[in-house]
């Protein structure tokens, strides 16, 4: 009979880590924070330009509108990236990966295909 651990055994996390680790997640949201207004900002200054050039005045609003959506998607593809990331992963959930399927309680079929009692 395999033994199943009744209790995980977690890494202690250094003082040094937990704190690097808090303003990496606080650069990230900072960054989320800024990005969209920045970038429907940039739109307005492009599309205002375009504005003045070309003597329309709706192409000001379509920057905006372009620059919005583009920061918008570039937050997406940011949140889903994060999300992906192994390191992340570990963090939030605390599935350890390194365990074997005896430790997990896997199955208990034997080689030959029969299973134990």
């Known amino acids: 009979m395999p033994f199943n651990r009744p209790i995980p055994e977690h890494k202690p996390r250094t003082k040094l880590s937990t704190g690097v680790g808090a303003l990496v997640e606080a650069e ?13 900002f940039i739109g307005w200054l492009i599309g205002a330009w375009a504005d003045s050039r070309l003597h329309q005045h709706w192409i000001g609003i379509v920057g905006v509108i372009f620059g919005g959506i583009s920061g918008l998607v570039y937050v997406v593809r940011l949140a889903l990236a994060s ?5 992340n992963r570990e963090l939030t959930d ?5 365990s074997s399927p ?7 079929e034997k080689e030959d295909g029969e ?3």
């Open 28 to 40: 990230k949201l900072m960054q989320i924070a800024i990005l969209l207004p920045s970038a429907a």
């Open 83 to 87: 999300a992906s990331n192994p390191a």
């Open 94 to 98: 605390g599935s350890d990966e390194t």
């Open 102 to 108: 005896d430790e997990t309680g896997g199955s208990d």
């Open 115 to 117: 299973t134990k009692p």
